[in-house]
């Protein structure tokens, strides 16, 4: 299972940017997909997630400015992200809890650099 983030970059406080992170591999099934962030010297937290159902839940403070989408038929999840602000600037990562190789487990992309300049 691989998971390719793409879509980070510099942009201005105010602008957007929308990441993608493709899935590919022998999978069965996905139950979660989400997106999380670390600045340096912080935890890594999560910004968005998304069930199977389509249920989503977000940080408080990207409530409203981010969106979080799955392209099913492409296995493909999207974040997209407006009215950018300087706090931010992180790498972000692609997270899914899928079923491969005869089990449950998460499987984390690579990070995508997301700086915001104010």
């Known amino acids: 299972v691989q998971l390719q983030a793409s879509g980070g970059g510099l942009v201005q406080a105010g602008g957007s940017l929308r990441l993608s992170c493709e899935v590919s591999g022998s999978i069965f099934s996905i139950n979660v997909m989400g997106w999380y962030r670390q600045a340096p010297g912080k935890q890594r937290e999560l910004v968005a997630g998304?069930?199977?159902?389509?249920?989503?839940n977000y940080a408080d403070d990207v409530k409203g400015r981010f969106t979080i989408s799955r392209d099913a038929a492409k296995n493909t999840v999207h974040l997209q992200m407006n009215s950018l602000r300087p706090e931010d600037t992180a790498a972000y990562y692609c997270?899914?809890?899928?079923?491969?190789?005869?089990?449950?487990?998460?499987?984390w992309g690579q990070g995508t650099q997301v700086t915001v300049s104010s």
């Open positions: 997270k899914i809890r899928a079923y491969a190789d005869f089990r449950w487990a998460d499987y």
């Open positions: 998304m069930d199977s159902r389509g249920t989503t």
